[in-house]
C-alpha cells in the first residue's frame, strides 16, 4: 500500500470549541480511484497504522478479501496516534514545541468529520464499504449515522454505540498507571513509557479473558514466583513501549471513551435508526470490552442489519486473530441473495 499524507488547509475546529492548524492525516492506499471505483475504506485499532496489510493480514491485501484488484482501499491514521497523523508529539504551530499533555481531545465525532474531509479532498463521493474493529468499529458506526446515503455496506466488528462503564473503566485504569510515571510530566518523547508498560499489561486483561490465559499461561517454574504469565505481561509491556509513546496512548482511549452516539442527537436508538447502510455487527462471544448484548442491542436499532457472532475463545482481541473467520462472514454478507430480515442473528 502506498502511504500519503494530507494537511488540512484551515484550522479544524473540534467539538470541544478548541482549534488546531496544520492538522496532517497520514494515509494508506490502494488500487486506482476513478469514477466507478468501489472504495472500501478501512478503520484501524487503537495503537494499529494506517496500513491494514500489517494487521489485518488475512483480510487485505493480494488475493485476499479486500485486494486492490476489486477495490480502492483506503484506511486513515487517528489523529492523536503516533504513525504519522498530527498527535501529542507533532508540534505545535502556536508554541513551536510538540504538544505533549497539551494535546487537544479529538472525540470520534471529530475523528469522521477530519475523515470527511479527506474523503471529499479525494473527490471519493460514495463508499462501497466501511469497516473497522474496536475503535474503529466505533468509527464506523459514527459515520453511518453522520452520512447515512454515503455509505452503502457498514461493517462494525467489536464495538459499541456508547462506551460503557465498564470499558471505559478499563482506559481509566491504565491512564492511572501512566499519570503514575513521574516521566511523563516531563514532556518528553519517552515520557511515561514505564507507565505505558503496565497500561498495557492492564489492557491486555480486557483484550482476553480467562480461557486462553489459564490454557496459555500455565506455569512451568517450580516456584510461585517463577510463573510464565509474569513473563508474558512484562513482555507484552516491552513489546508496546518499543512502538507506542505514553501521550498517544492517554489521547486515543480518551478518543474511546467519548464515543456515544446520543451525544447530539440525545437518544442512542434515534441515532442508530438513521442508519441506511446495509449493516453487518460481528461480535466475539467472550469480548469483555465490547460485550454480546451491546451488538444486540444495535442489531435490534440499526435498520437492515444482521448480526454474527464467532464463537472465538481470544475475546476482544478475535477481531485480529480470527480475521479469516471474519473475512468469510462479510464475503457471505456480500453474497446474500435474499432481502435482509430484522433479528436476524448467526453464530459460527
Known amino acids: 500500500m502506498k502511504?500519503?499524507?494530507?494537511?488540512?488547509?484551515?484550522?479544524?475546529?473540534?467539538?470541544?470549541?478548541?482549534?488546531?492548524?496544520?492538522?496532517?492525516?497520514?494515509?494508506?492506499?490502494a488500487g486506482s480511484l476513478h469514477k466507478n471505483s468501489k472504495v472500501v475504506?478501512?478503520?484501524?485499532?487503537?495503537?494499529?497504522?494506517?496500513?491494514?496489510?500489517?494487521?489485518?493480514?488475512?483480510?487485505?491485501?493480494?488475493?485476499?478479501?479486500f485486494n486492490s484488484q476489486h477495490y480502492f482501499l483506503i484506511?486513515?491514521?487517528i489523529p492523536g496516534s503516533c504513525y504519522g497523523s498530527t498527535g501529542p508529539l507533532s508540534i505545535n504551530p502556536e508554541t513551536g514545541s510538540p504538544y505533549?499533555?497539551?494535546?487537544?481531545?479529538?472525540?470520534?465525532?471529530?475523528?469522521?468529520?477530519?475523515?470527511?474531509?479527506?474523503?471529499?479532498?479525494?473527490?471519493?463521493?460514495?463508499?462501497h464499504t466501511l469497516v473497522g474493529a474496536s475503535i474503529g468499529g466505533c468509527q464506523v458506526l459514527e459515520w453511518a449515522v453522520q452520512s447515512p446515503t454515503l455509505i452503502e455496506h457498514a461493517i462494525a466488528i467489536a464495538c459499541s454505540a456508547k462506551t460503557s462503564p465498564w470499558a471505559a473503566a478499563f482506559n481509566e485504569s491504565q491512564r492511572m498507571a501512566i499519570?503514575?510515571?513521574?516521566?511523563?510530566?516531563?514532556?518528553?518523547?519517552?515520557?511515561?513509557?514505564?507507565?505505558?508498560?503496565?497500561?498495557?499489561?492492564?489492557?491486555?486483561?480486557?483484550?482476553?479473558?480467562?480461557?486462553?490465559?489459564?490454557k496459555a499461561q500455565q506455569s512451568t517454574g517450580e516456584h510461585f514466583l517463577d510463573q510464565k504469565v509474569f513473563s508474558y505481561q512484562r513482555y507484552q509491556g516491552?513489546?508496546?513501549?518499543?512502538?507506542?509513546?505514553?501521550?498517544?496512548?492517554?489521547?486515543?482511549?480518551?478518543?474511546?471513551?467519548s464515543q456515544d452516539l446520543g451525544r447530539t442527537t440525545h437518544s442512542i436508538t434515534r441515532s442508530l435508526s438513521k442508519i441506511r447502510a446495509k449493516t453487518l455487527i460481528i461480535a466475539i462471544k467472550t469480548d469483555l470490552l465490547f460485550t454480546l448484548e451491546e451488538h444486540e442491542y444495535l442489531h435490534k436499532h440499526i435498520p437492515n442489519s444482521r448480526l454474527r457472532v464467532i464463537n472465538s475463545t481470544y475475546g476482544h482481541d478475535g477481531f485480529l486473530i480470527e480475521s479469516t473467520r471474519i473475512s468469510q462472514l462479510i464475503q457471505e454478507f456480500y453474497n446474500r441473495k435474499s432481502t435482509f430480515y430484522p433479528n436476524l442473528r448467526k453464530a459460527i
Open 41 to 65: 475504506w478501512i478503520c484501524h485499532g487503537l495503537t494499529a497504522n494506517s496500513n491494514p496489510e500489517e494487521w489485518w493480514t488475512d483480510l487485505v491485501g493480494e488475493g485476499k478479501l
Open 75 to 77: 484506511c486513515v491514521n
Open 179 to 214: 499519570f503514575s510515571d513521574s516521566s511523563y510530566y516531563e514532556n518528553h518523547p519517552k515520557g511515561g513509557l514505564e507507565g505505558l508498560k503496565t497500561a498495557r499489561s492492564i489492557a491486555l486483561l480486557s483484550y482476553r479473558n480467562s480461557t486462553i490465559y489459564n
Open 238 to 257: 516491552e513489546k508496546l513501549s518499543k512502538r507506542f509513546n505514553a501521550y498517544s496512548y492517554v489521547a486515543l482511549s480518551r478518543s474511546l471513551d
Open 3 to 29: 502511504k500519503d499524507l494530507y494537511k488540512f488547509p484551515t484550522t479544524f475546529r473540534l467539538e470541544s470549541g478548541k482549534q488546531i492548524q496544520g492538522l496532517e492525516l497520514a494515509y494508506h492506499t
Open 100 to 127: 505533549y499533555t497539551s494535546f487537544p481531545e479529538f472525540t470520534i465525532t471529530d475523528i469522521i468529520r477530519s475523515f470527511d474531509h479527506l474523503r471529499k479532498h479525494l473527490g471519493i463521493e460514495k463508499i
